[in-house]
């Protein structure tokens, strides 16, 4: 028994040896995709549930490797998270979603769009950001209500000080804010009467519930607390028409999924624009 234990600890350690040697060598590569413009966007539809009708996208990085292929990103957010590199690829990221939507704004001759931006804690504790975020609104000559950026509920409770502070100053900017997974976590809601949020991503995991129930409590609940607090809610991972069905005789307004769209390249959006007359 005790020989078979040590061989045990001996593929165990050389696993995470493994998983760390391909961590910093992902690292590396990393730092050289943000420089050489292997990371790129693409964009998922946000659908009023009503209509079906394109209101908005949400901006997805994905990183073209020249050996492994399109890399998803929960592959490589966390290795940046650690490097801090994430506030390099955070930038490229937020020009171009702007830069994008300024030319959406031209093909749809408004401003009525919107553009959803995922920024991890790392970003937010980052001292340049409002200033950052400021520059890009006013180079891309969006209109800054036009932009939201999503913080996940955990990040939010990390620090709440910290982010509470930095969720103000971004706000002041006339962007939107909203919390991202949300259901997920195991926080105190009574945060969300303090932070200004505006909006309610609801998780796939309370999307999924619908598939196996009628009507689960706890995305009732979720939808509830939503509109008593006037937050503009988005379901997540919209997969069946039937979903969708529920989740609009639920009160739910607006919905991302596979069931409308996948996440989309730039010009898969631009065909969808000009086809969709009144927008
Ligand atoms: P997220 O922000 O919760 O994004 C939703 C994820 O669900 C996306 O995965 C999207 O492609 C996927 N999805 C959308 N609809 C469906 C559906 O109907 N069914 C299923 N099964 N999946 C669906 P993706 O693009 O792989 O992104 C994963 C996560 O990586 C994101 O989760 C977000 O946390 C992070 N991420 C992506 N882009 C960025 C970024 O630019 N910056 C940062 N900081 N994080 C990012
Ligand atoms: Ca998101
Ligand atoms: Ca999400
Ligand atoms: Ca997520």
């Known amino acids: 028994a005790k020989r078979q234990d040590h061989y045990h600890f001996a593929t165990y350690d050389d696993a995470m040896q493994q998983d760390i040697l391909e961590k910093l060598t992902l690292r590396a590569e990393l730092q050289r995709a943000v420089e050489n413009g292997q990371l790129h966007l693409v964009y998922q539809p946000v659908v009023d ?3 079906g009708r394109i209101r908005g996208v949400e901006a997805l990085v994905r990183w073209n490797h020249p050996q492994r292929g399109v890399l998803s990103p929960t592959v490589f957010i966390p290795i940046a998270e650690d490097s801090g590199l994430i506030v390099e690829i955070g930038r490229f990221v937020q020009k171009t979603a ?8 031209r093909i749809r001759g408004d401003k009525a769009m919107t553009m959803n931006v995922n920024l991890s804690v790392r970003e937010l504790l980052e001292p340049s950001l409002v200033a950052q975020v ?23 409770m990390a620090q709440v000080d910290l982010v509470s502070e930095r969720l103000h100053q971004l706000r002041d900017l006339g962007i939107k804010l ?40 706890t995305l009732k609940t979720i939808l509830r607390l939503g509109q008593e607090l006037n937050l503009k809610i988005v379901a997540e991972g919209i997969e069946r028409s039937s979903q969708a069905e529920s989740l609009l005789a639920l009160g739910c307004v607006y919905g991302q999924g596979y069931h409308f769209a996948r996440p989309l390249e730039a010009e898969a959006i631009d065909e969808m624009l000009r086809h969709d007359e009144n927008g």
């Open 98 to 105: 702007c830069k994008q939507l300024s030319l959406w704004n």
């Open 49 to 51: 549930l009503e209509e």
């Open 178 to 217: 909203a919390i991202d997974d949300f259901g997920t976590g195991y926080s105190s809601l009574s945060y969300l009467e303090h932070l200004p949020v505006d909006a309610l991503k609801i998780d796939k995991s309370f999307t999924d519930h619908l598939l196996k129930e009628e009507t689960p409590v």
């Open 134 to 156: 400021r520059g890009v609104i006013e180079d891309s000559g969006i209109d800054p209500s036009q932009l939201t950026l999503e913080v996940t509920e955990t990040h939010v």
